[in-house]
């Protein structure tokens, strides 16, 4: 009996519809590490009925990587012969595989990709030449997956990829939306749960590692703050690196960006080098820090987890060694835990309405921004002012908003200077949505041009 299986129903789904065609059909799957991409795959293998082949390629040497990729054919293929058969080459094996596949339908599933590719470079080539000259005249569903983004993009997707246009299906795996991600967390109140989206990312692998027979603060002590917690050092480098990089560099940069120094040059200052272009356009690749678009860009960390740990967690270190990581989390950082989820909201709030949009009475947005800009001021400097959410469609403001996660309601003061703000854009009545999380005092107005929704209103399903 098959699990119930979460928080991936459209991609699950566009990987049954290309099982559907008939002949050689070949997939590229690929997102960050721990997004999920390994238990879609495996959970939509499990509902077909043929036979699958798994392999997942480590860093090895490229004869162990032939003797692995053999044992998983034959357990895939013909179990009775694993340790018996070899193969003397990759060409060989593929072969085989393609034979059987002239006969029947049969998946095979290569995770990890640029691990293979790493110590066999020429397997992009031979593949190009396996499914031109054989593996198209056969029933092979062909999945190829990988952790490293820019890898996929270069040498599976693009057009001067050996493989490129080959495949039938291209799937990047985002991270989970917040109420995907709720659908783990039964059991939490939705502020823990909007707490837990903002520690986990999105990311599935982290949010697995929240108990909700434990309370959220043991939680995070338990995952964060403890020697043998599962967001470690390690797991940070395997996130953030990989070993050809300058792991004391990166690890910096993103301490400086989630410290506030958000610009080239007092990121560089930070550091200590001028030598960080290269290293920032890694992470924006890996989408680990995103870019603004401007001639004087800031660099932000798109990952929320990462936020927490540069922020909050680094410092511990030391603490968290002598056995004293849950003393510092109620000291420092619990205190913290409101201005952290500043940002988070924010984005859940983005998520909201994008979900919603052109439903009720949110309008057709095609993106929702925070903006930050000046005014005229009468002659003097420009004013500046900041607005949470700006909705759009086409170049047409539609929506204005705010965030609070704070506990306190939203008085009608702050509703009031929100629409103040909006007169200096160039708007017409475009409707106001407020998010709190403490909900609002009983003097602010409800009117059809003011949406004011709550944590609970976020989280009830659509």
Known sequence: MKSEFKGRSKELAKLRGAFQQEGFVMAAVY?????????????????QHCRCISFTALEREEGELLSMMTDAVLFGLSPDLVGTVTFPDFRSLFAYVGRQAERERIIFFIDEYPNLTRKCPYIPSLLQTVIDTQWQAGNLFFILCGSQMSFMQDEVLSASSPLHGRNSLELKLRPLNYLETAEFLIGFTC????????????????????????????????????????FSEDLIQSVITDSRQDHALYSTILTAVAAGHTRHREIASFVGTDDVTYPLKVLVSAEILEKSAAIRPRYALGDTMLQFWFQYVTRATSSVCAGSGEMYYRSFVA??????????????????????????RIPALDEVSDCRTGVPAGGQRPRQIGIDLVGRHWQDILLVGACSFRKVPIEKEDVESLIGEVSDLSASRPLVCIFSLGGFAEDVPKTDDCLLIGIEDMYRQM
């Open 191 to 230: 502020a823990e749960k909007a707490i837990c989206y903002g520690l986990s990312g999105g990311m599935l692998r982290y949010i697995r590692q929240f108990d909700p027979t434990r309370s959220l603060e043991e939680n995070i002590i338990r995952q964060f703050y403890s020697e043998d917690g599962f």
């Open 335 to 360: 205190c913290h835990i409101q201005d952290y989820m500043g940002r988070v909201f924010r984005n859940m709030a983005k998520e909201y309405l994008l979900l919603r949009a052109g439903r009720g």
């Open 31 to 47: 997102g960050r590490r721990g997004v999920g991409k390994t238990a879609l795959i495996h959970r939509f293998m499990q509902e």
